[in-house]
């Protein structure tokens, strides 16, 4: 029997933060999706969330920054009524100088990161507002509010995720669909051997976040109703301040006349 929930797909489930969703998702009772490349750590996961919680879980090996792949997964979530929840949180980061970074490795993490998260979102839209319900969560990061010297293709990346989220938010505002751009800082994961620094151990563990704290503090977020989350920023202020300055632009921005500093002559 299939859970009331619907199923929740989760997308990177083999390590991370994503497993971490899978099993907290689990717990809260729905049927999973689970999505990566490396079909085995998924298979492990499914065994052990179903004997856990006793939900459906089903596993789907693709690499979605393959455009057939993607194409293909994105179908499936097209033509699948009992999805109910989306986790876009596959990703990865090379944390190297523009200068040194391969044209191959900069659109690998452009195909993952964005390509992969905008397809996968549109899939599954028309069905939420169809149903006038449906949850997705975009799993982008704190670095896409600024870019370290390493970070400019990834940086670049999550600030793609973030407003892009923050516009699908805008556009189902009226509705009972909940969105969610999840931004975290440092967390404990492989991102960081695929990043190429050396991983996560290289970093002052004082920095570093679990991922059980990370996805359980999202996970209240999302509960709370928010439409952002850092799962660590103490001070909720800081964004709150920089959100209303960002948006007070458009309007200063929309007057027709050159800013004076660009027309008076000395
Ligand atoms: N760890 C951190 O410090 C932070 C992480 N994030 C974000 O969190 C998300 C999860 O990363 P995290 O848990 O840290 O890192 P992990 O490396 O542990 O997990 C990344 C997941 O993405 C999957 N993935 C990567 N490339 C592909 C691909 N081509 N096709 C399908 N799946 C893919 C991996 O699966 P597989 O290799 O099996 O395909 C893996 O399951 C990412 O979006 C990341 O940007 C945000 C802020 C901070
Ligand atoms: C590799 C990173 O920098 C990290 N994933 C982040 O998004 O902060």
């Known amino acids: 029997m299939s859970s009331k929930l619907g199923t929740a797909v989760v997308t990177g489930a083999s390590s991370g933060i994503g497993a971490v969703y899978a099993d907290r998702l689990g717990a809260r009772g729905y049927d999973l999706l689970l999505v990566a490349r490396r079909v085995e750590r998924?298979?492990?996961l499914a065994a052990d969330l179903r004997s856990k919680y006793g939900v459906h879980v089903e596993v789907v090996g693709a690499d979605l920054g393959k455009a057939s792949d993607l194409?293909?997964?994105?179908?499936?979530?097209?033509?699948?009524?009992?999805?109910?929840l989306l986790v876009n949180n596959a990703g990865l980061a090379y944390m190297t100088p523009s200068a040194e970074l391969s044209a191959a490795k900069a659109q690998e993490q452009i195909n993952v990161n964005v390509t992969a998260l905008?397809?996968?979102?549109?899939?599954?839209?028309?069905?939420?507002?169809?149903?006038?319900?449906?949850?997705?969560?975009?799993?982008?990061?704190?670095?896409?509010?600024?870019?370290?010297?390493?970070?400019?293709?990834?940086?670049?990346?999550?600030a793609f995720v973030t407003l892009f989220t923050q516009g699908l938010q805008q556009e189902v505002k009226d509705t009972k669909i909940r969105i969610q751009a999840v931004l975290p800082a440092s967390t404990a994961t492989e991102i960081w051997d695929v990043a190429g620094i050396g991983g996560h151990g290289v970093l002052d563990p004082a920095t570093v976040m679990s991922t059980e704290a990370c996805v359980d503090a999202a996970l209240a977020g999302l509960d709370a109703g928010e439409l952002i989350t850092f799962p660590s920023l103490e001070d909720g202020a800081l964004w709150s301040?920089?959100?209303?300055?960002?948006?007070?632009?458009?309007?200063?921005?929309?007057t027709r006349i050159p800013a004076s500093r660009y027309t008076s002559r000395v």
Do not use: C, W
């Open 42 to 44: 998924l298979e492990k």
């Open 118 to 158: 905008v397809q996968l979102s549109l899939a599954v839209l028309p069905r939420f507002v169809a149903k006038n319900a449906g949850t997705l969560i975009n799993i982008s990061s704190v670095l896409s509010i600024f870019a370290m010297p390493l970070s400019t293709t990834y940086s670049g990346t999550k």
């Open 241 to 254: 301040h920089l959100e209303q300055a960002r948006l007070a632009i458009p309007a200063a921005v929309n």
């Open 71 to 84: 194409e293909q997964f994105a179908d499936r979530l097209r033509g699948d009524e009992h999805v109910t």
